[in-house]
Each structure stands twice: as C-alpha cells, then as structure tokens.
C-alpha cells in the first residue's frame, strides 16, 4: 500500500495567516492525489483533486500543487470557517490510501 | 441534488455481521460507482471498497475477506456486510458516489462493536 505522510499533524494559526500542509507519498503517485476538508461530526468535503484542480464551489484562497511525491495544501489566508482537519488521498493505486490528517486549530 | 443516507444497526456484537444500506436519491445508482469509507473514532479515513452498478466490485486488502458490497438498482441502494466484527471495526461508516475523488457524501452512521 501507498502509504501518505501529512505534516504538521497539527497546527496552531490565526485569521489571516498563510497556512501551507504538506503530504508524502511513499512512492509516485503522479497527479492523483485529492485534498479533503473536515468538521466534527461532517462528512469530508473535497477540496482539490488532481493535485492542483479546485472543486467548484471551493474558495480561491485554497490551492495544491505538487506531484510525484510531494505535495501541498494552501490556505492564502485563512478565515474562522477553515478551521478544521485535512486529509489528503492517493488515487494512483489500489488501495486508495489517506493521510492521516492534519488538524488546523486557533492560535 | 444527490443525497445518500446510511441506515442500519448501530450496535454490533463481536464475531457478528454488520450490515449497512445506503439509499439514494437524486441519481440513479445505475450511472456511477459507489463507495464505502469509514473513520474509527478520532481517527483518519479508511477505503473500504467500492461497486460498479453492474455489481463489479472493489474492496481494500485488509478487509477483503470479510467484507460483500452489493447493489440494488430496483431499490437505488447499496449495502455493506463486514463479517466477524471486533472492536477494531468500530467507526463511523459513509456511504458514497464515485470511486476516487468523491464529492457526494453521506452523513455517515456510527457502529459500534460490543457485546
């Protein structure tokens, strides 16, 4: 299995900062790697996929790039509704892994 | 707007099935694929399988020989049985469309495995 690597695991920010997540695949995955966002008791909701396509309807402060194996989530600036946990998700092989989170908190 | 809801016991004995539907409504379960993922508690997400509406199917290694995903077009449902069930398989179960990046979730359904 492909395994992904997310760091921070957690992170302490303000309104307004700039907040970047990184993920790790233990081998290529190419492009297929898909970002999710998560609040208590909610499903995830997608946010990016193929690396760096955002999902429509997400806001433009969210943004991926990356390929191979490494990966980023960013956040230009962030507001109080994105606090919350990120996976991201390999796609390239079977099984579909995920990270195992990164939970961005208030600082 | 599609909509999927989990339903199903949320308590379940160890060594038992456990057994979940996941009803469809606005799509036709006979366009796509579907998926199961589950999150034990305070913990990441976990693939479990998918199905294909014509019945092919998918599933994660580690739970493949416990696990039957099925569907029922006639119902536009899909079901999840997972056989032998330990604490280990407590979590909270979503049902979903597509078999990677998805955007259709549903709510998902916490089981829990106890005696």
């Known amino acids: 299995d492909i395994q992904l690597t997310q760091s921070p695991s957690f992170l302490s920010a303000s309104v307004g900062d700039r907040v970047t997540i990184t993920c790790r695949a233990s081998?290529?995955?190419?492009?297929?790697l898909a970002w999710y966002q998560q609040k208590p008791g909610k499903a995830p909701k997608l946010l990016i996929y193929a690396a760096s396509t955002l999902q429509s309807g997400v806001p433009s402060r969210f943004s991926g790039s990356g390929s191979g194996t490494d990966f980023t989530l960013t956040i230009s600036s962030l507001q109080p509704e994105d606090f919350a946990t990120y996976y991201c998700q390999q796609l390239y092989s079977s099984p579909q892994t995920f990270g195992q989170g990164t939970k961005v908190e208030v600082k | 707007q599609v909509q999927l809801q989990e339903s199903g016991p949320g308590l379940v004995k160890p060594s038992e099935t456990l057994s979940l539907t996941c009803t469809v409504s606005?799509?036709?379960?006979?366009?796509?694929?579907w998926s199961w993922i589950r999150q034990p508690p305070g913990k990441g997400l976990e693939w479990i399988g998918y199905?294909?509406?014509?019945?092919?199917?998918s599933y994660n290694p580690s739970l493949k020989s416990r696990v039957t995903i099925s569907v029922d077009t006639s119902k536009n449902e899909f079901s999840l049985n997972l056989t032998s069930v330990t604490a280990a398989d407590t979590a909270v179960y979503f049902c979903?469309?597509?078999?990677?990046?998805?955007?259709?979730w549903g709510q998902g359904t916490l089981v829990s495995v106890s005696s």
């Open positions: 979903a469309r597509d078999r990677k990046h998805i955007v259709y």
């Open positions: 606005g799509d036709s379960i006979s366009s796509y694929y």
């Open positions: 199905i294909y509406y014509t019945g092919s199917t």
């Open positions: 081998q290529g995955i190419s492009s297929y």
